[in-house]
């Protein structure tokens, strides 16, 4: 199979701070990981496309300066919540499409953020 | 614009089967998937089709008919475990995955 991880798990923050969460495909390498925001009880909503070694692709709505991706290996892509505020608490879903695979997304088992 | 219809809630009796239906209508399609996602979990992949017909996969099996924009999932002999939400996604011409909003699938004993 091919494994995601994500990290942290969950994570309690102050308005304002900054958070990072990584997401790593553990025994494939994927050329390209998806960041989604699933809010409760509604669908996953892609936030960006990230390729790496290039810059990520932000879908309609997403603030860039906000949400920063690094895609800086072909294991390792990062999110990085820039002056979070309650809104922004959310489950967090990193997913990683196998560089020559299928168009199947192996997905992390994503990240709660709770913004105080 | 890009649709991906599917029934909110569904409830099914342990043993019995259940058929889950999703309709689409994307810009363009390479391909229909279904994953599972318990509560507070992230989506596991459960099937994928893009020809037409029937893909079977130990209790649960997934129809596609490209022609009427048309999926289901079906689950046979229901366990407990079964209860998750169902999400059917579509992979556009441009090779986004769209995501229905899920069907919660209640499984009562």
């Known amino acids: 199979g091919a494994v995601v ?13 900054s958070v990072k969460i990584e997401c790593r495909s553990l025994d494939f390498q994927a050329t390209t990981m998806f960041w989604y925001r ?11 496309t990230s390729n790496e070694g290039s810059k990520a692709t932000y879908e309609q709505g997403v603030e860039k300066d906000k949400f920063l991706i690094n895609h800086a290996s072909l294991t390792l892509s990062t999110l990085t919540v820039t002056s979070a505020h309650p809104e922004d608490s959310s489950f967090y879903i990193c997913s990683a499409r196998r560089a020559g695979g299928s ?14 | ?3 991906i219809d599917q ?16 309709t689409y209508q994307t810009s363009g399609f390479n391909g229909l998937f279904w994953y599972q996602q ?37 689950l046979k002999e229901l366990q407990m475990k079964d209860s998750a939400s169902y999400l059917c996604a579509v992979m556009d011409s441009n090779y986004q995955l769209i995501w229905g ?3 919660k699938l209640i499984i009562k004993p």
């Open chain 1, 103 to 116: 168009e199947e997304q192996f997905f992390g088992p994503g990240t709660r953020l709770t913004v105080l």
């Open chain 2, 1 to 3: 614009g890009q649709n």
């Open chain 1, 38 to 48: 699933q809010f409760p009880k509604q669908s996953l909503m892609l936030m960006a």
């Open chain 2, 38 to 74: 318990h509560a507070g979990e992230a989506p596991t992949f459960l099937s994928y089709n893009v020809l037409d017909g029937l893909e079977e996969k130990g209790r649960f099996s997934s129809f596609l008919s490209r022609s009427k924009g048309y999926s289901y999932l079906l």
């Open chain 2, 7 to 22: 029934p909110t809630e569904m409830t099914a009796t342990e043993g019995a089967i259940v058929q889950i239906n999703c």
């Open chain 1, 5 to 17: 991880s994500q990290h942290p798990s969950w994570v309690i923050c102050k308005s304002g701070t």
């Open chain 2, 101 to 103: 909003a899920g069907t």
